[in-house]
């Protein structure tokens, strides 16, 4: 099964009953395997999960922390990206040229790569003291 074929499938276990707006993600991790995510959403907003935040628990609680590929489905009309937190997570476990796809339900790609989602990204660089 492919990635978007992965975020595809997870994407429909989503627990939506507020935003009805379901997200899938799939990621790879440095060994080949795939991990899924879908977001969770809760009443007492914001807190719920994201689709890539459970994508990425899903690999770290199997044992990996390097992501070497991201794809996230919504069904939307143009590709969505993930939001700000889910980049700086993702940004966490993939080198800034580890490939992305984002989907919509109706067969829309983009193309991009995590440095391009999030330019300047906070690392563990700029927590050293010189």
Excluded: W
């Excluded at 395997?33 to 935040?53: F, I, K, L």
């Excluded at 939001?83 to 080198?95: T, V």
Aim: hydrophobic residues 45%.
């Amino acid at each position: 099964m492919s990635l978007l074929e992965s975020a595809r499938a997870v994407r429909e276990n989503a627990y939506v009953p507020y935003s009805r707006f379901k997200v899938g993600a799939a990621i790879r991790g440095a060994s080949g395997a795939v991990h899924v995510g879908c977001n969770v959403e809760n009443v007492a907003y914001p807190e719920g999960t994201c689709a890539e935040a459970g994508a990425i628990a899903a690999m770290v609680a199997a044992g990996e922390t390097v992501i070497t590929e991201v794809c996230v489905i919504a069904d939307s009309p143009v590709p969505v990206t993930p939001c700000g937190g889910c980049r700086q997570k993702l940004a966490e476990f993939a080198a800034a040229d580890v490939p992305v796809t984002l989907a919509t339900t109706d067969g829309l790609t983009r193309r991009t790569t995590v440095g391009e989602m999030l330019p300047g990204a906070f690392d563990q660089a700029q927590m050293d003291r010189a």
